[in-house]
C-alpha cells in the first residue's frame, strides 16, 4: 500500500521559513521522480518544485532562490526547504510521487 505522509506546515510570518517533509513508504522511492505541488484557495494545483531519482531540482519561476527541495533515498523522504515566505505562498502543500498524492499540509504565511 502507497503512502505519502506530509509534515512540518504552520503559521509563519513574511520571511519566515519552515520546512516540509514527505515520508513515502510502498514504493520503490529512490528510481522516482518525487515533486512538491500546492493549491491556494480558489486557484489551481501548481508543481511547485520537483526532484529526480538522480537529485535534479527543478523550481516553478515564483519561489526560486527562495526554496530548495531534497530527497534522502535511505529515509525514502522528500523535503522542501522554504525560506523567506510570502503571504501569496499561502496554500496548501501536497507530496506527489507519480501515482499517488499526499494528504496536504497547510501553510500560512501571515502576520
Known amino acids: 500500500q502507497v503512502q505519502l505522509v506530509e509534515s512540518g506546515g504552520g503559521l509563519v510570518q513574511p520571511g519566515g521559513s519552515l520546512r516540509l517533509s514527505c515520508a513515502a513508504s510502498?514504493?520503490?522511492?529512490?528510481?522516482?521522480?518525487m515533486g512538491w505541488y500546492r493549491q491556494a484557495p480558489g486557484k489551481e494545483r501548481e508543481l511547485v518544485a520537483d526532484?529526480?531519482?538522480?537529485?535534479?531540482?527543478k523550481y516553478v519561476d515564483s519561489v526560486k532562490g527562495r526554496f530548495t527541495i531534497s530527497r534522502d533515498n535511505a529515509k525514502n523522504t522528500v523535503y522542501l526547504q522554504m525560506n523567506s515566505l510570502k503571504p501569496e505562498d499561502t496554500a496548501v502543500y501536497y507530496c506527489?510521487?507519480?501515482?499517488?498524492w499526499g494528504q496536504g499540509t497547510q501553510v500560512t504565511v501571515s502576520s
Open positions: 506527489r510521487w507519480r501515482y499517488a
Open positions: 526532484i529526480t531519482s538522480d537529485g535534479i531540482p
Open positions: 510502498g514504493i520503490i522511492f529512490s528510481i522516482y521522480t
